[in-house]
T-cell receptor, first 109, second 110 residues
Framework: QKEVEQNSGPLSVPEGAIASLNCTYS??????FFWYRQYSGKSPELIMF????GDKEDGRFTAQLNKASQYVSLLIRDSQPSDSATYLC?????????FGTGTSLTVIP | DGGITQSPKYLFRKEGQNVTLSCEQN?????MYWYRQDPGQGLRLIYY???????QKGDIAEGYSVSREKKESFPLTVTSAQKNPTAFYLC?????????FGPGTRLLVL
């Protein structure tokens, strides 16, 4: 059973702060890792993907991957109220994608 | 304008009725997927297809059926055997190892 675990939150941070979202996965054969943002009532939107150990930065977002610890995280710098959403962690292993249940983030103005 | 489209946005099903959810993509992606999302829960895989005329069951295929006659299209039928169909249904497609989602169809039971 391939599992992806996320802290369901809710996570609240003040505007301008750094939000840190964490995810662990069980399958060491997982090859690629994704973060999706899902606003209430909407479909998931891909915001970051990472394949190699280390950090990957895109604007205010940084994804961090540690395959030895089977851990992937997402940092959101200078958090904005528009970042308030549920963030889904996903991993790809073979032909399928496995999703966590999501972390709800609220950015307080 | 490339993307994944799903229709309808909302669908109402009567007791004992089969309903079909449409999913079309013009991204030239080979693989397509159907997920179900219930409130407060993660995505659960219903069916997926890697190529035309071939598809595999996911974790919760019972009560659902699919077809893949064209690369661009992957319709999902919710049959009367699915006793708890109320959910948000998401279609996705993937190129290489990256997956993208359509806007979703919300299915409600009358």
């Amino acid at each position: 059973q391939k599992e992806v675990e996320q802290n369901s939150g809710p996570l609240s941070v003040p505007e301008g702060a750094i939000a840190s979202l964490n995810c662990t996965y069980s399958d060491r054969g997982s090859q690629s890792f994704f973060w999706y943002r899902q606003y209430s009532g909407k479909s998931p939107e891909l915001i970051m993907f990472i394949y190699s150990n280390g950090d990957k930065e895109d604007g205010r977002f940084t994804a961090q991957l540690n395959k030895a610890s089977q851990y992937v995280s997402l940092l959101i710098r200078d958090s904005q109220p528009s970042d308030s959403a549920t963030y889904l962690c996903a991993v790809n292993a073979g032909n399928q994608f496995y999703f966590g249940t999501g972390t709800s983030l609220t950015v307080i103005p | 304008d490339g993307g994944i489209t799903q229709s309808p946005k909302y669908l109402f099903r009567k007791e004992g009725q089969n309903v079909t959810l449409s999913c079309e993509q013009n991204l030239n992606h080979d693989a397509m997927y159907w997920y179900r999302q219930d409130p407060g829960q993660g995505l659960r895989l219903i069916y997926y297809s890697q190529i035309v005329n071939d598809f595999q069951k996911g974790d919760i295929a019972e009560g659902y059926s699919v077809s893949r006659e064209k690369k661009e299209s992957f319709p999902l039928t919710v049959t009367s055997a699915q006793k708890n169909p109320t959910a948000f249904y998401l279609c996705a497609s993937s190129l290489s190892q990256t997956q993208y989602f359509g806007p979703g169809t919300r299915l409600l039971v009358l």
